[in-house]
């Protein structure tokens, strides 16, 4: 009967350390646009995976932490194909997952984030860069960790400024996005000082972007097109719609440097990203697929870390707990960018160093030396507080 007894009691106390050892399940969301968007030079190809891959890499790290915790991450991933509803996809992804990833259009991303509002899901931005988004049409229930166009182009331009190449020739292609990305260039040359001493136009006309004859028509096309500008320093491009840009550089009637959407370009990382153990995230994600690491991989790696980060300081996987303190003062994430990475809690943009690269090295880093700010020189890059026009609701 004591043999019995005792058995009893550890058969119970076993059981009890079995249901005290299931890790509390954090359920993530990816949301993306199926296929992929080409580009003008073949070896920038994005790949099927770009950005979920980000994702994927942050989840494996949020789990070797989370072992220890009690905690488990899993990540539902969603691409909707031309013509299905997004509302719809992100609702059945909220089912199971308290957050979501998303990288998908400003609009698109507008009514998921007001289908929701209600569930609690929080939502993480990774893709659009639209400054709408963290201004007129913010909403509290999304945290960008993609960079706004401004932060993009006040990186670009410290570091153009100071260079002391000051006189800029600005052209813009014909698509709105080119446009807003002009509008942020002409807004962060009056910031600091540079002038544009000439607006071009290059208007997409359709056709082949890649011929047989090709080479020898953008030979031809692109300095005639530069001739004749008031005299410059640098052609700062802004062609987020992947037109024209990358046939700028060498090809410029004057001999100047090119800067913005080809040449020397602003991205929140870079595959030749090296510093402050990049080496070490690089190599693992390559490892795991084969690839160079992207911004938006980058973007949505941050996004994931942001929730595993959260949950461990919390010691909980309660979503409302969790992103009260990702939205609190003492939330911080570390993203091999030499500083913390902390939150404006003006309008849920995710403050960060911005790189200046040129296809092969990492140029520069911005904020530049000397661009001082009261509260945090990353608050250099984008609108400011006092700029803000944002209402969170």
């Known amino acids: 009967m004591i043999r019995w007894l005792v058995g009893l009691i550890g058969l119970g106390l076993a059981a009890t350390s079995a249901l005290a050892a299931e890790p509390a399940l954090i359920g993530v969301g990816y949301l993306g646009l199926a296929g992929t968007r080409s580009t003008l030079s073949l070896v920038e190809q994005p790949a099927e995976n770009d950005g979920v891959a980000g994702a994927r890499l942050a989840i494996e790290d949020n789990n070797t932490t989370g072992k220890f915790l009690g905690q488990r991450f899993a990540l539902e991933e969603r691409r909707i194909k031309e013509g299905e509803d997004v509302v719809q996809a992100a609702t059945a992804l909220a089912e199971k997952n308290g957050f979501i ?8 991303l507008l009514k998921i984030s007001d289908a929701l509002r209600d569930r609690g899901t929080l939502l993480f931005n990774a893709g659009a860069i639209d400054e709408r988004l963290r201004e ?30 000051s006189r800029w020739l600005l052209v813009v292609g014909s698509h709105d996005e080119d446009k807003l990305f002009a ?10 000082g540079a002038k544009i001493v000439q607006e071009k136009t290059f208007e997409d006309k359709g056709g082949a972007r890649r011929t047989d004859s090709g080479v020898t028509l953008i030979q031809r096309q692109m300095p005639v097109f530069t001739q004749g500008a008031p005299a410059y320093d640098v052609l700062v491009a802004a062609d987020e719609s992947e037109v024209f840009g990358a046939y700028l550089p060498y090809r410029t ?35 795991l697929n084969s690839r160079r ?39 911080s994430v570390a993203a091999f960018k030499g500083t913390r990475l902390t939150l404006r809690d003006w309008n849920l943009q995710l403050r960060q160093p911005i790189l200046l690269v040129d296809g092969r090295m990492v140029v520069s880093v911005s904020p530049q030396e000397g661009f001082l700010h009261q509260v945090s020189e990353l608050d250099t890059l984008g609108y400011d507080r006092p ?6 609701k």
């Not at 509008?183 to 600091?192: G, P």
């Open 253 to 287: 009637w004057d001999p100047r440097p090119v800067a913005g959407s080809a040449g020397l370009v602003p991205r929140s990382w870079d595959a030749a990203q090296d510093q402050w153990g990049a080496i070490q995230m690089q190599n693992r994600f390559m490892k």
């Open 101 to 108: 990833i998303t990288d998908l259009p400003a609009d698109a």
């Open 136 to 165: 007129a049409d913010c909403r509290a229930n999304v945290i960008h960790t993609a960079p706004t166009r401004a932060m993009l182009a006040d990186a670009l331009g410290q570091y153009l400024v100071w260079k002391k190449w």
């Open 183 to 192: 509008d942020a260039l002409r807004r962060t040359a009056t910031r600091f």
């Open 293 to 331: 690491m992207t911004a938006l991989d980058m973007q949505a790696w941050t996004a994931a870390r942001m929730i595993g980060e959260a949950t461990s300081r919390t010691n909980s996987s309660d979503v409302k707990k969790v992103t009260d303190f990702i939205k609190g003062p003492d939330f």
């Open 387 to 392: 700029e803000s026009k944002c209402k969170l």
